[in-house]
């Protein structure tokens, strides 16, 4: 099982990214999804998290601006940022419970961090 993540990158104030994880391999079901991110000096903090029925939880630091999403067909999740904010700079790393036929009660995965620049 792996993690893909895309869409980090150098943005705005004030604009917008969206950011892509997709899931690959011997994949029965995932449970939860979500994207942490850690900023230099500082702990890995969750920044939004999606059951598989859609339900949500946010950090504070984000509500109103970030729009998590899943495409459950796909085994994707996305983090849409609206209006981010310098200190939303970090680099973010999606995560996956998921299960398998080695792990029947999931297992979490991680990807690859994306760096996402926020800078005028």
């Known amino acids: 099982v792996q993690l893909q993540a895309s869409g980090g990158g150098l943005v705005q104030p004030g604009g917008s990214l969206r950011l892509s994880c997709a899931a690959s391999?011997?994949?029965?079901?995932?449970?939860?999804m979500g994207w942490y991110r850690q900023a230099p000096g500082k702990q890995r903090e969750l920044v939004a998290a999606i059951t598989r029925g859609g339900s949500t939880n946010y950090a504070d630091s984000v509500k109103g601006r970030f729009t998590i999403s899943r495409d459950n067909a796909k085994n994707t999740v996305y983090l849409q940022m609206n209006s981010p904010k310098p200190e939303d700079t970090a680099v973010y790393y999606c995560?996956?419970?998921?299960?398998?036929?080695?792990?029947?009660?999931?297992?979490?995965?991680w990807g690859k961090g994306t760096l996402v620049t926020v800078s005028s």
């Open positions: 995560n996956a419970n998921i299960v398998t036929m080695t792990y029947s009660y999931g297992m979490d995965y």
């Open positions: 391999g011997s994949i029965l079901s995932i449970n939860v």
